[in-house]
């Protein structure tokens, strides 16, 4: 039996930052899984990126994919997400706060959408909230441009991040005119009254065509994680999906993808303290139980892959014969 474990957003954003966190940080297990396992080909990636090349896309149409899971009758065309977010207001810049790190309720988000497709009207966008954290646009045409997934945004000064193609300029302008559309709507006017984060913009990411035109490649047999993007691919390669367990005990008795999708929560949060936490918590749940598993003979193999990072690795029952190889970590 040979499980997959797969480790999303495994880098802190701050460089300098994340030394700090993973000062001291104890994770013998994981630390001998990487030390006494074979390197496999790996390189570092941001994670769509990665999953892009894993389920063989030249790219990840991340609007098109969730679409047919959260509007699946939708109209044939061009779509990209419009997520809403908070950009706060620094000394010298604009950094992001992704909208599922706050509650939205669905009556905000339908407040906002439709104040969207009133100032858009003319220009042919559609604006739709099917959820109240994923919106989505359709464009009568491919607008040509170049867009950064909204986690690599997460907390940074988005000027480096804004979309990049032949029109630009025009969709920064269109940004800005929905920034001060959303300043001035009552929606924002209570959410604040509330204490709680107003929705000052948008983020356009992920486009692609819908329907897709290119089928996805499912790589394993069955995929277990909860990444919305990681099961609308598997859907949509017709592929066996599964919830994450919460602990390596109550994985199924067969092969399988694993993706541990849960340090994305804490980067979400810009959460420094919780990420470390969660390491040690993938450590105790995760790591230590298939290293016995591994030793005791009752799973044949675990690889590792952390696309951030640029590290694979694969273990098998052998590692306990390669007691000269050092423990480290993945950093």
């Not at 994770?27 to 994670?47: E, F, H, N, S, V």
């Not at 929905?178 to 486009?207: C, H, K």
Request: net charge negative; charged share 20%.
């Amino acid at each position: 039996m040979h499980y997959h474990l797969v480790i999303p957003h495994g880098i802190w954003p701050d460089v300098d930052l994340q030394s700090q966190i993973t000062a001291n940080l104890q994770l013998p297990a994981l630390a001998t899984l990487i030390a006494r396992g074979q390197r496999l080909p790996g390189k570092k990636q941001q994670w769509h990126a990665w999953l892009s090349e894993r389920f063989g896309l030249r790219s990840l149409p991340v609007a098109p994919l969730t679409l047919g899971v959260d509007l699946p009758g939708a109209e044939p065309g061009y779509w990209l997400r419009a997520d809403p977010v908070h950009l706060h207001v620094g000394r010298d810049q604009l950094s992001l706060q992704d909208g599922r790190s706050f509650d939205i309720t669905q009556a905000d988000a339908d407040a906002l959408i439709s104040s969207l497709n009133g100032l858009f009207k003319d220009d042919g966008y559609e604006f739709f909230a099917p959820t109240p954290q994923r919106w989505y646009l359709r464009l009568p045409l491919d607008p040509q441009l170049r867009c950064t997934p909204i986690d690599a945004v997460i907390g940074r000064n988005i000027d480096p991040f804004l979309p990049k193609g032949p029109d630009a300029l025009q969709w920064h302008r269109a940004l800005n005119e929905i920034q001060m559309l959303f300043y001035t709507n009552p929606v924002n006017d209570q959410r604040e009254a509330r204490g709680e984060p107003s929705i000052n913009s948008i983020w356009l990411w992920g486009g692609g065509d819908w329907p897709l035109p290119r089928k996805p490649v499912v790589p394993e047999q069955w995929v277990l994680g909860d990444d919305p993007v990681l099961q609308a691919l598997v859907k949509a390669g017709q592929g066996k999906t599964a919830a994450l367990p919460a602990h390596a005990s109550e994985l199924p008795r067969h092969d399988a993808m694993v993706v541990l999708d849960v340090l994305g929560d804490e980067l979400i949060a810009n959460d420094p303290h919780g990420w470390r936490t969660t390491w040690q918590k993938l450590e105790s749940d995760w790591f230590a139980p298939l290293l016995e598993q591994l030793r005791e003979g009752r799973l044949d193999s675990v690889a590792l892959s952390f696309p951030e990072i640029g590290l694979a690795v694969e273990a098998n029952r052998s590692l306990r014969w390669r007691f000269w190889r050092r423990p480290r970590l993945p950093w």
